[in-house]
């Protein structure tokens, strides 16, 4: 992700952690400290493309059980 400058406020970007949430038709997901760049003064987040996989990874799990509320930290490795 080379995301530098917040494309909505222009302000500089930082790296952290975020909360990703997704809707899996009955349930929920929800998936916490998954690294991404921020935007410290509107609050936007990006995911870049590993981590987007590993997530749709996750969801498609989460669905294929029908997990009604599911909650993970997410796992780097
Ligand atoms: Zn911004």
């Known amino acids: 992700m080379n995301i530098k400058q917040c494309p909505l406020c222009r302000n500089d970007v930082v790296q952290g952690t975020a909360m990703f949430s997704a809707e899996l038709g009955d349930g929920?997901?929800?998936?916490?400290?998954?690294?991404?760049?921020?935007?410290?003064v509107c609050g936007n987040k990006w995911f870049d493309h590993d981590t987007m996989l590993k997530l749709e990874a996750v969801a498609d799990n989460a669905?294929?059980?029908?997990?009604?509320?599911?909650?993970?930290?997410?796992?780097?490795?």
């Open 63 to 77: 669905r294929s059980r029908h997990a009604l509320v599911e909650i993970i930290t997410f796992d780097a490795a």
């Open 28 to 40: 929920v997901l929800v998936v916490r400290n998954v690294p991404a760049v921020i935007c410290p």
